[in-house]
């Protein structure tokens, strides 16, 4: 499996904060500095990396999404979008997206009725997501539950 942007950034930021409390260990051992000292700033240090790192993990629906790529049984569905909620956003360099809560009626015929997907939508395909648009759905035949976007029907993000 090939590294992905994010963890290769998730990587290095783990890899800065322990080089980060190494060189705090070292230099505020030889300073005298106590142990709740060394202790504090190493947590501090390791906190901020948490919520870098954080940032970059997969929400739970790019989850399902990577879980149902690995499955054989995975059926598609469509959807009718009922609502969407947004809860966040978030920018960098090359586009921003916004975090949204989508309630959507799926229509398949084992699988689940209604559903509720927190997902990651790059702004300029929002519209496509918005209440009463259809979207493309993958789920798993095994487990119903298991349900994301189909990404190469309804892209979430333009590539």
């Known amino acids: 499996m090939a590294m992905t942007r994010e963890n290769a950034i998730i990587l290095k930021v783990a890899a800065i904060a322990l080089l980060c409390c190494a060189w705090f260990a070292y230099w505020f ?16 240090t390791l ?4 919520i870098v790192i954080r940032g970059y993990m997969p929400g739970p629906e790019e989850r ?3 879980q149902l790529a690995g499955r054989g049984d995975v059926r598609s569905a469509s959807g009718q979008v009922l ?20 309630t959507v009626a799926v229509h398949a015929g084992e699988g689940p009725s209604q559903a509720e997907l ?3 939508i790059e702004d300029s395909l929002l519209p496509a997501f918005a209440t009463g648009q259809t979207i493309h759905l ?4 095994g487990n119903p539950g298991l ?5 190469s029907r309804s892209p979430v993000q333009i590539k």
């Open 118 to 120: 927190d997902a990651w």
């Open 29 to 44: 051992i030889r300073q005298g500095v106590s142990v709740w000292g060394i202790v504090l700033s190493m947590v501090f």
């Open 138 to 141: 993958l789920y798993a035949a």
């Open 47 to 50: 906190f901020c990396a948490g």
């Open 147 to 151: 349900i994301a976007i189909d990404r």
């Open 83 to 102: 609502a969407l909620r947004r809860i966040g956003a978030a920018e960098s360099e090359t586009m921003r997206r916004t975090r949204v809560v989508l």
């Open 64 to 66: 399902s999404a990577a």
